[in-house]
């Protein structure tokens, strides 16, 4: 059963800081890995997705890895701003599934300060 | 860019009613995704459709149930509601059943049960 984890589960950083956030899969038997974003009972807005044979993505001040073989993806963020406090949530989608559905990690929670 | 719709956007209802969720994907996406975040958790695959048809179920109760009409909008019935329905629920939707699409997430409905 593939299991999906984030450490740490939340992060407070000041702003400015470079940071990364970690997302971790059991089974590598993925075709593609999504990185989102939620505001506090919010929808979830997608910030990148690496399809399975991709090593990164990278958009704006944000660039997400794949190194499936090891079973982990980054979410690296640059010069962090106080509107980038939120969650972030990653999902893979599993070689098992026909049909597209997602797993997601339970996020890593993070907070800028000014 | 229109983006997935989902309506309504919050919806009050009492132990053992009834509450139908719709969902309106982005223009030309054939396929639908439900899911359900409960409080502090990550979100979980309910079912989804392609082209009409049920394409995959998850940890979906058997007092729900949902269908794609032909427009591919979608619907999801909910009855005999329990306070542990309460929840967030999304709908994604994507161009193809196939897998490695990105999935684009509407707002969410969220549903209290009182």
């Known amino acids: 059963k593939q299991e999906v984890t984030q450490i740490p589960a939340a992060l407070s950083v000041p702003e400015g800081e470079n940071l990364v956030l970690n997302c971790s899969f059991t089974?590598?038997?993925?075709?593609?890995l999504q990185w989102f974003r939620q505001d506090p009972g919010k929808g979830l807005t997608s910030l990148l997705l690496i399809q399975s044979s991709q090593r990164e993505q990278t958009s704006g001040r944000l660039n997400a890895s794949l190194d499936k073989s090891s079973g982990r993806s980054t979410l690296y963020i640059a010069a962090s701003q106080p509107g980038d406090s939120a969650t972030y949530l990653c999902a893979v989608g599993h070689l098992s599934s026909n049909t597209g559905k997602l797993i997601f990690g339970q996020g890593t929670t993070l907070q800028v300060k000014p | 860019a229109a983006g997935v719709i989902q309506s309504p956007r919050h919806l009050i209802k009492e132990k053992r009613e009834t509450a139908t969720l719709k969902c309106y994907p982005i223009?030309?996406?054939?396929?639908v995704y439900w899911y359900q975040q409960g409080p502090g958790q990550d979100p979980q695959f309910l079912i989804s459709?392609?082209?009409?048809?049920?394409?995959d179920k998850g940890s979906i109760p058997d007092r729900f149930s949902a269908q794609q009409f032909s427009d591919y909008h979608s619907e999801l019935n909910m009855s005999s509601l329990e306070l542990g329905d309460s929840a967030l629920y999304f709908c994604?939707?994507?161009?193809?059943?196939?897998?490695?699409?990105?999935?684009?997430f509407g707002p969410g409905t969220r549903l209290t049960v009182l």
């Open positions: 223009p030309r996406h054939d396929t």
């Open positions: 459709f392609y082209e009409k048809m049920q394409s």
């Open positions: 089974d590598s038997a993925i075709y593609n």
């Open positions: 994604a939707s994507s161009s193809t059943v196939f897998r490695g699409d990105e999935q684009f």
